[in-house]
Each structure stands twice: as structure tokens, then as C-alpha cells.
């Protein structure tokens, strides 16, 4: 009987201390994210979890998943519109066939600047999109910076499109950074992310494009010699929750976890650009030949770029351009 009595009492602990736990931690938010550990999406993502646990202490634990642990982000973004993972941090490519006007981002050239930039996200088209997107059933709470693509090689620096001709450059499976490589002048060749360094390693490719942060922690360095500052793309990482988890929050939850989620893109956009001004620095210390191309450099390649908007303009909408290229003009 004794014995019966202390394994009760033992149980009876472990269950209350499971109980505290779970009161401890509140509603767990699991967060995917493509990116490793070092990048500024991550940290920011981590950021978040962190003013959400002052704000509302025991209410929600944050907990991000970095290098695709939960899946990529096509699959965690869907994951997050079923309600089956919590939120993502994504790249607008998942977005675009939920909302086509997501598109405008992959577009070559069309933002040209930092400022245009948070113009854009900041202002009344990123409110737009936003809206559209929660009608698909996904909240947007804030809008993260993947930054510039830049553009790295093996073979010799790249200062027009004409150097990039036969050059077999990785791109992600993105139908406009397809056409426009093309219309470059280069051989876009998609393959995963996780892919890249082994075939930049074997020669399988000559190069790839991706910002400047993700460059150097991938240490792509040690297989390319040559940076171009092409800035070809400025892409944006984007913040998500399911909505109808966000519509289960009482109200001074949503208006906390909003502004966390807001607070946390300012921080992330400020370590973005200072890791995309430091790693230029350390790519040139390791080695690479940077090239940083002069205004008539960069309109040939904004030039070559001119038949990609005669198709997409139909299909993301002329209006949304107009008023896109109308608020970075305005940025400027």
C-alpha cells in the first residue's frame, strides 16, 4: 500500500509539473524559415519570440525552425494557409499564386533602393497586398528584407550582358528570373538552395545570384572569385501567420503581436544592411574581385531587362505598376 501510494503521489506530480509546463509556455508558435541560423530573418524571428515572451510573458512561445526543417517554403507557406504549422518567414514566390500581384517583386530593376524599398512595403501597396492576401486566408504581419540579388561567377567579373553570355547561372525556379537571365544574355539553370555550393564546388555551374548576406554565410567565396553589384532584384522576406489562428487571438493579443512583428522587421532591416555593407568589405578581404558597376553599366542591364515587363505587365496589372514605379519615384 505504501508503495502504491508514493507511485500515485509520483504520478500525480509528474502530471501537475506537465500542467505548469504547459501554463508556462502558453500557445506555442512554431516559425519556418529557410535561412540559417546567422541570417538577419532569423535573428529577427528570434527578436520577435523575444518582445512577444515581455510583452505577453506565458502567453506564447516562439520557436523558429531555420534551414528548412519544417520544409520549404512553398510547403511551410501552404502548411500555414491549412493551418497545420503556425507561421512562416518566406520569399514572395510562394505568395504568387495565391496573389499574382506578389510578382512585382521578382521583377528586374524595379526597386532601386533601400528607401523605395520601405516605400513600397511600408506604405499604401504593401497595405494592399497585405489585404489580398489575407482573403487567401494568411495574415501578413510584417515585411522582412531579403535585399539585392547580386550575381557571382567563376569564370571573369561580369560588368555587361554581354559577359554574361554562355554563363550557366543557378536561379530559383522563378519564371521571371528565368526570362530575364535569358534576356540577359545567360543560361539560367534552377536547382534547390541546398544544392548551390557542391555544383558551384564541381563546376556543374559557373554562378549564381542571391544578396549579398546570404553570399558570404554560404561561404560562396571559396568556390567564386567574381561579385558583380548588379542588384538585379530586390526581394522582399515576408512574416506570415494562418488566419484562422490569428482570428482565435483576442484582440490586445493581435494589436501586440502585430507591433512585435513590426518592431522585429525594423531590426531586421537595419542588421540586413549593415551585414550587406560588412561582407562586401570581407568578400574583398577573401579574395573576391568585387565590380561595382558604373550608371552606364547598370542601364545596359536594366535595358536588357525591357522585354520581361512587356510580358509580365499584363499579368500583374498595369495599375499596380503605375503605382509602384510612381511611390519609388516619389522614394527618390
Not at 541560423?37 to 505577453?56: D, M, T, V, W
Not at 489585404?131 to 555587361?160: C, M, P, W
Not at 541546398?194 to 559557373?206: H, M, N, P, R
Request: with cysteine.
Amino acid at each position: 500500500m505504501k508503495r502504491t501510494a508514493i507511485l500515485i503521489l509520483t504520478l500525480a506530480c509528474m502530471i501537475g509539473f506537465t500542467a505548469g509546463q504547459a501554463i508556462a509556455q502558453g500557445k506555442i508558435l512554431k516559425i519556418s524559415n529557410g535561412i540559417n541560423e546567422q541570417h538577419p530573418s532569423y535573428l529577427a524571428n528570434k527578436r520577435f519570440g523575444e518582445i512577444l515572451a515581455a510583452k505577453l510573458p506565458g502567453k506564447y512561445t516562439v520557436q523558429v525552425y531555420a534551414n528548412s526543417q519544417l520544409g520549404d517554403d512553398v510547403r511551410a507557406t501552404e502548411a500555414v494557409r491549412m493551418g497545420t504549422l503556425e507561421m512562416v518567414t518566406t520569399s514572395a514566390s510562394p505568395l504568387t499564386g495565391l496573389v499574382p500581384e506578389f510578382n512585382v517583386f521578382d521583377l528586374p530593376f524595379i526597386i532601386p533602393s533601400e528607401k523605395a524599398a520601405d516605400a513600397v512595403f511600408d506604405g499604401p501597396i504593401g497595405a494592399k497586398l497585405a489585404d489580398a492576401l489575407e482573403k487567401k486566408g494568411i495574415k501578413l504581419l510584417a515585411y522582412y528584407e531579403n535585399g539585392f540579388r547580386q550575381l557571382t561567377n567563376s569564370a571573369h567579373a561580369v560588368k555587361s550582358p554581354a559577359d554574361l553570355k554562355g554563363l550557366k547561372i543557378r536561379t530559383m525556379q522563378n519564371p521571371i528570373h528565368l526570362e530575364a537571365f535569358r534576356a540577359m544574355g545567360a543560361n539560367p539553370t534552377p536547382m534547390p538552395f541546398s544544392e548551390v555550393f557542391t555544383a558551384l564546388q564541381q563546376k556543374t555551374i559557373d554562378g549564381q545570384e542571391n544578396p549579398i548576406p546570404t553570399i558570404w554565410l554560404s561561404k560562396f567565396y571559396e568556390v567564386q572569385k567574381y561579385v558583380s553589384l548588379t542588384g538585379h532584384v530586390y526581394g522582399p522576406h515576408i512574416m506570415l501567420i494562418g488566419k484562422k489562428l490569428w482570428d482565435s487571438f483576442p484582440a490586445a493579443d493581435q494589436k501586440i503581436i502585430a507591433e512585435a512583428a513590426k518592431e522585429s522587421a525594423v531590426y531586421q532591416r537595419s542588421i540586413n544592411r549593415k551585414m550587406n555593407s560588412d561582407f562586401v568589405d570581407n568578400l574583398r578581404k577573401a579574395g573576391v574581385t568585387v565590380t561595382e558597376l558604373t550608371p552606364e553599366q547598370h542601364k545596359a542591364f536594366v535595358d536588357a531587362c525591357a522585354s520581361v515587363y512587356t510580358t509580365w505587365e499584363p499579368k500583374i496589372g498595369k495599375a499596380l505598376l503605375d503605382e509602384f514605379r510612381a511611390t519609388v519615384s516619389k522614394a527618390k
